[in-house]
Each structure stands twice: as structure tokens, then as C-alpha cells.
């Protein structure tokens, strides 16, 4: 039998090359900024400095030593949180991931409480139980801020199956990280979401890395967004996430598309990046990416490109900008204050709510658990 030799050569580009893809790639909306009032722009341009500001607040109190545990920061990504959240009503469902304090502060949770939550202090939002990686703010029907990598897109599933099953017209935006495209969460969840038409918004935040995991090197496919296809019924797209006025016209049309009995899901994929490490105790650069290439992608600062645009337009005055990055800047010191000033829990503080009373049965809560 003739022996054929074969040479296995796996080609693979460049991150370079494979970045100046998936721009060119993307879907490119072009949004009118005629379809949006002033005060709309200039609002989602002060919920994008409010989270760079506080999170460049998180960084300092981190190295002071007032942050405990991990600390996941979203600068760079900003655009995404803010596009997709404000799209929605006060009345849809919020998930996201543990780089959670941005959208928690978009959605509306007071940055005194989110500060607070981060500091470990009784006036955080989970009351200093949950730290960095778990805000939630019920009343602002946002559902966390979840730690373990895509275990919250069945949950937002069944907030989704919930909606259906009562007859209500809200929708889900459900945030993740690229690397849970490979779970089994999300293949579980988007079969769920797909068969019963749940009226769910997934946005995959690619910012092309899991920790110092390049998505290239662990994804069996070149666009995340293709996964899609496996899903009847499902609309996916492919957008630019630096473009705060992309996301917002992806996601309002997505919840137009959920709401209502026929409503149909959605799944986009964000390009995004963050310009710092995987968490605080990690270099922006240096290991699985280069000094270069973040220098690079800050060029399309989703903050700066925003505002650039919007004065040039004429729909923002450098006074105006420096206005609103001003009040940013005094939310992030009053809520820094706010939260040192709050106390610690009292260390039984930490029995709490770990059983339900029925099951307690009357014990002392510290016996329940002997
Ligand atoms: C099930 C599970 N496995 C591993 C981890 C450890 N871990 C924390 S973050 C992370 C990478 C997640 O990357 P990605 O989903 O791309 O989100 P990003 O950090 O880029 O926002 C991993 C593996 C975890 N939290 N949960
Ligand atoms: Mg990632």
C-alpha cells in the first residue's frame, strides 16, 4: 500500500493580522446620530467616564490595601455595557460576568453602594458579603456579577423562561467573557433559549483573551458569533464594541426582536479589548501579549472616539465634556469616602442567610451547620 505522507501545517496568522480581520468583519453600523436627542449621547458619554473614573478609583484602592479578594477591572470595555444597557427598559434583567462593576453601576446601583461592596462594608449592595465580583441590585433587577466562568447564562435562561411563562414583555441581556463559548453552560443554555424562543440577549464580550488565554488558540472557530448556527431561530451578529452607538443599536433591536410572544433571541458578539490585566494582581502586558499591541488598541479608546465624534458633530462642547467628566470624577470621591466610612460587618454577619428558616428549625444559626 502506497504510503502518503501528509505535513500537517496548521496556518495560523498573527494576532495583528487576526485583529485587523475581525474589525473589517464586523457588522458595520453606521449609526445616524441624528436618531438620538443630545441628552441622550451626553448620557451615555457620562456613564462611560463614570465607569473609567471609578474604576481607576477600584485601581487605587486596591494597591492602598482597602480591596480585598480579586478585583477584575473593565476599562476599554466600557462601550459595551453602556450601548447594551441603555437600550433596555428599567424593567428588563441584567447578567453579567465577575468584571461586574460597570454594568452594576449602569444599571443603576449607587456607586456608594458598588464602592462599598467593594470595600467589604455593610452598605455595599450585598452588604459586604459578595466583594468585587458579586453586585446585585434587585430593585434594578440586576442579577449579578457572577465568579464562575459561565454558570450564569442558564440563570439568565430561566429569568428568560420566567418572563415567558408569565406572559411578560421584558427581555434578558446576559453578558460573558469569550472563553465561556467553550463551556458546556452555554451550549446548555443557548439550546434552552433557542427551542423555547426566550426572550434573551446574549452579548459575548470578545476581548480576545481568558486570563492569558488567547480565544485563537482554544476556540475550535474563527468567529465566536458562528456558534450561532447550531441554534434555529436565533439572530446572531457581529459587531464593533468600541462603538457605544453599534451596541446600542444591535441590542435595542435584539430586544425589539425579543419582546412580545413570538419573540425571537438574539446572540452578539462585542469586539472589544481591556487595557489593563486579567485582574488587578495581573501586568496589562508583558506575558501573552505585547506592550505594542495594547498601545495599539487603546488608539480606539471607546470613551475618546465617542466624544471625538459628538464634537465634531457639534453635539458636544469641551466645556460640556469636561462638565460631565468633572461630576464623574466627584461621584467616584464621595463614594470612595462613603465607603471607608461604612462599617465592617459584625463577623456574624457571615451566618446570615445561609439557610433558610424552615430548615434552621429553630436553631441557633452557628449550631445549624454542626
Ligand atoms: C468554571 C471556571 N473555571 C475557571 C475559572 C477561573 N477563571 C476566572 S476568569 C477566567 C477567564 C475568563 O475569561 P473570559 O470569559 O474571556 O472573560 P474576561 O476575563 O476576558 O472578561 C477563568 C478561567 C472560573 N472562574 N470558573
Ligand atoms: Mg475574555
Redesign the pocket.
Known amino acids: 500500500m502506497e504510503r502518503v505522507e501528509q505535513e500537517v501545517t496548521t496556518e495560523r496568522r498573527t494576532r495583528e493580522e487576526r485583529r485587523a480581520a475581525d474589525r473589517r468583519t464586523v457588522d458595520r453600523r453606521e449609526v445616524d446620530l441624528g436618531g438620538y436627542e443630545r441628552d441622550q449621547l451626553h448620557d451615555m458619554l457620562s456613564a462611560m467616564l463614570l465607569s473609567r473614573r471609578f474604576e481607576e478609583k477600584c485601581a487605587q484602592s486596591y494597591q492602598m490595601g482597602l480591596i480585598g479578594g480579586f478585583c ?1 477591572l473593565y476599562i476599554g470595555q466600557e462601550a459595551v455595557a453602556v450601548g447594551g444597557i441603555h437600550a433596555l427598559r428599567d424593567d428588563d434583567y441584567v447578567f453579567t ?3 461586574d462593576h460597570a454594568q452594576a453601576i449602569v444599571r443603576g446601583i449607587e456607586p456608594r453602594a458598588v464602592m462599598a461592596e467593594l470595600y467589604g462594608r455593610v452598605d455595599g449592595c450585598s452588604k459586604g458579603a459578595g466583594g468585587s465580583m458579586h453586585m446585585f441590585g434587585r430593585d434594578v433587577n440586576f442579577m449579578g456579577g457572577h ?5 450564569h447564562l442558564p440563570l439568565a435562561a430561566g429569568v428568560g423562561y420566567a418572563i415567558r411563562y408569565r406572559g411578560g414583555d421584558q427581555v434578558v441581556l446576559c453578558y ?5 463559548v467553550n ?1 458546556g453552560p452555554f451550549h446548555e443554555a443557548f439550546n434552552m433559549v433557542a427551542k423555547w424562543n426566550l426572550p434573551v440577549i446574549n452579548v459575548v ?1 470578545n ?1 480576545s ?3 492569558g ?1 488567547d ?1 485563537e488558540r482554544v476556540a475550535a472557530v474563527d468567529q465566536l458569533v458562528s456558534r450561532a448556527c447550531a441554534y434555529e431561530g436565533m439572530h446572531s451578529e457581529r459587531i464593533d464594541g468600541q462603538d457605544v452607538l453599534a451596541m446600542h443599536a444591535a441590542v435595542a433591536e435584539a430586544a425589539e426582536r425579543a419582546r412580545g410572544a413570538e419573540g425571537r433571541p438574539t446572540f452578539i458578539e462585542a469586539i472589544t479589548y ?1 487595557y489593563l490585566g ?1 485582574s488587578m494582581s495581573d501586568a496589562a502586558h508583558g506575558t501573552y501579549r505585547t506592550k505594542e499591541e495594547v498601545q495599539a488598541e487603546r488608539k480606539n479608546d471607546p470613551i475618546a472616539t465617542f466624544s471625538d465624534r459628538l464634537m465634531e458633530a457639534e453635539l458636544l462642547a469641551r466645556e460640556e465634556y469636561d462638565e460631565i467628566n468633572q461630576a464623574a470624577i466627584d461621584a467616584v470621591e464621595d463614594a470612595a469616602e462613603f465607603a471607608e466610612n461604612s462599617p465592617h460587618p459584625e463577623p456574624s454577619a457571615a451566618y446570615d442567610n445561609l439557610y433558610a428558616d424552615e430548615f434552621r428549625g429553630g436553631l441557633d444559626r452557628r449550631d445549624a451547620w454542626r
Request: no cysteine; hydrophobic share 30%; charged share 15%.
Open positions: 477584575h460576568a465577575y468584571r465568579g464562575i466562568v459561565g454558570t460573558f467573557g469569550d472563553s465561556v463551556g464580550e476581548n483573551y481568558g486570563m488565554t480565544i481591556r486579567h
